[in-house]
């Protein structure tokens, strides 16, 4: 053996290392064997497969937590919208009360100047008959010294009167605002602070009692409708718009809360009951024809495709990729969107039914958990996996035919037969009775919020007008 470092052949040293090192020498499947057990390989593979899920998880969560910041700007663009409207309500206030106190001053001043004027009036119509009696006494001087005497007296009297008179009077009026508004308004920059809220934690939860600042009514009759309208489903889109699923004239119709108009519908074969939106641009919607129908919610809205379903579908909305939807029995179907039944949900804890006349389902702003307004049994809330948590009921609740969040922590809960509406906090517990029949409010069917005004819609059994209720 020859060896590089060392000049002789057959190197004694070269010739041990090569000995031991061919001793040394395994196969790798041996080594396998020996030091990576079949156990090892399962553990890695499942590592792996909890990483990817967890990524997959954390991707999804990023993309709706994309779409929910998109949406948080359009809600604060329209928050700034509505701050200046509430300015424009305000400065058009502080006009007419300006104008009205203008008004005021002008009819005191005006008051007085007729007042001076009519006196002045009666003083030149005394001297005018004065001077006619002097002219008729010429030539008669018993006469004459009457009128003389009648006469002077007219000259003090009207003296007196013309003494009291002021003959340099300012009959102008202004105005002069007040340099502390304007000074006020150019210090400022914007109308307020943009800041991050945490829809996790719920930064700003809501831990009060909403009350009603304004109840408007919005009538949703179009000229070719043929039936009185009943909406038993509405949502909002995320563009601010309202849509309705109106059950007697085969309708899902678009509304403006805004301008307090509809502005559009869209036409089905078979009669609505719910509606959701499944993104900015598509909306799904309930047909008694056990048949999900999706729209595209451009321009015009427009009919797409359709979902088959072997059930009655009533309500229905949209989380995470999937439809909820309820029969208005005694079911909850958990379906992906393209169509493949996920879960179907029945019964309590206990085997029993847990649902009478499902109506709508809400999701809670706080944790996984989920809410049924079921009429016969009141509001159901379970869990994420489907199983039952609680059932909400109150005596001051009858027939829940819909419930909503307002993404604060609150549901607002309507009963059909006790005309109200219900806010529930985030502890599960009641906080009071917000709408009730004092407002016009008659058998409410649906409900949903307006985050970004603050405005709770509710539509009525038949009926044409869709209350719009602005809390505070």
């Known amino acids: 053996m020859y060896c590089g470092n060392h000049d002789e052949v057959g190197c004694t040293t070269c010739m041990a290392l090569s000995h031991r090192t061919c001793a040394d020498v395994q196969s790798i499947p041996d080594i396998v064997d020996s030091k990576f057990p079949t156990t090892d390989v399962d553990k890695i593979h499942q590592k792996l497969q ?71 009036e009666t003083e030149l119509d005394g001297l005018k008959e004065a001077v006619n009696d002097l002219k008729k006494s010429e030539g008669n001087k018993a006469q004459q010294f009457v009128s003389m005497k009648m006469s002077m007296k007219s000259i003090a009297k009207t003296e007196d009167v013309s003494s009291s008179l002021q003959t340099n009077i300012d009959a102008n009026i202004s105005f002069s605002f007040d340099p502390a508004i304007l000074e006020f308004l150019q210090q400022l920059k914007t109308f307020g602070s943009v800041r991050h809220v945490s829809t996790t934690d719920l930064s700003c939860p809501r831990t009060t009692v909403y009350s009603v600042k304004r109840n408007e009514n919005l009538n949703i009759r179009s000229q070719n409708d043929e039936n009185t309208c009943r909406v038993y489903g509405s949502c909002i889109t995320e563009d601010g718009s309202l849509l309705l699923a109106d059950y007697y004239n085969n309708k899902i119709k678009r509304a403006d809360i805004v301008k307090m108009l509809v502005t559009d519908y869209c036409c089905f074969p078979a009669r609505p009951h719910g509606v959701c939106c499944t993104s900015k641009s598509e909306a799904a919607v309930c047909l008694n024809n056990s048949t999900i129908q999706f729209v595209s919610l451009g321009k015009q809205m427009a009919t797409t495709r359709q979902m088959k379903l072997n059930h009655i579908c009533f309500g229905i909305a949209y989380k995470d990729a999937k439809l909820y939807i309820t029969d208005n029995g005694q079911s909850l179907y958990i379906y992906d969107i393209a169509g493949n039944i996920l879960q179907t949900v029945t019964q309590d804890n206990a085997g029993q039914n847990l649902f009478s006349n499902s109506r709508t389902v809400a999701f809670s702003d706080v944790d996984d958990k989920e809410f049924v307004a079921s009429w016969g049994k009141g509001l159901v809330i379970i869990d994420g996996q489907g199983k039952h948590c609680q059932t909400f009921t109150d005596s001051e609740l009858d027939a829940a035919s819909s419930v909503c969040t307002d993404r604060r922590g609150n549901l607002f809960v309507s009963g059909c037969s006790s005309n109200n509406v219900m806010q529930i906090g985030r502890d599960g517990k009641k906080m009071g009775v917000i709408v009730t029949s004092s407002d016009g409010l008659k058998c409410p069917l649906s409900l949903c919020f307006d985050t970004r005004q603050c405005k709770l819609v509710i539509t009525q059994e038949s009926s044409d007008v869709v209350k719009i209720i602005l809390l505070q």
Do not use: C, G
């Not at 929910?68 to 700034?80: F, G, H, R, Y």
């Not at 058009?92 to 002008?106: A, W, Y």
């Open 50 to 120: 909890d990483l990817k899920m967890m990524m997959e998880k954390t991707m999804n969560i990023r993309q709706r937590l994309i779409e929910d910041l998109k949406k948080s700007k359009t809600e604060a663009v329209m928050a700034i919208k509505d701050f200046r409207k509430e300015m424009e309500t305000i400065l058009e206030q502080l006009e007419k009360e300006s104008i009205k106190e203008l008004e005021m001053k002008f009819i005191e001043d005006e008051s007085k100047l007729l007042e001076e004027k009519k006196k002045a």
